[in-house]
Nanobody, 125 residues
Framework: VQLQAFGGGLVQAGGSLRLSCVASGRTVSNYIMAWFRQGPGKEREFVGGITRTGVRKFYADSVQGRFTLTRVNAENTVYLQMNSLKPEDTAVYYC???????????????????WGQGTLVTVSS
């Protein structure tokens, strides 16, 4: 499956952005989907993940309550709505997917098989 991430940009602190991850090649409904990010000089970190049906979601503590994942399987798309953005949210955001039969949403990057190209989010103070 190929993943493409869209929606990054420059936003002021307190603002909002919505990222999209569009999958092609396979139906995304079979995949757990997730977002990771990598800030300047930092390691890649888990942001959030969503199960195949979209019923269960798991977020990093740093974004809990501010970010929301949704998916529209009919459109092969996963969205990351980011509200109350902070300068520390500045990063390249990557979407990822896996078809492995996990019982829980993995938070390690090694748990994912397919990655998008990344989209830059810059939050100014």
């Amino acid at each position: 499956v190929q993943l493409q991430a869209f929606g990054g940009g420059l936003v002021q602190a307190g603002g909002s952005l919505r990222l999209s991850c569009v999958a092609s090649g396979r139906t995304v409904s079979n995949y757990i989907m997730a977002w990771f990010r990598q800030g300047p000089g930092k390691e890649r970190e888990f942001v959030g993940g969503i199960t195949r049906t979209g019923v269960r979601k798991f977020y990093a503590d740093s974004v809990q309550g501010r970010f929301t994942l949704t998916r529209v399987n009919a459109e092969n798309t996963v969205y990351l709505q980011m509200n109350s953005l902070k300068p520390e949210d500045t990063a390249v955001y990557y979407c990822a997917s896996t078809i492995r039969p996990y019982g829980q949403i993995p938070s390690a990057s090694t748990g994912y098989d397919y990655w998008g190209q990344g989209t830059l989010v810059t939050v100014s103070s």
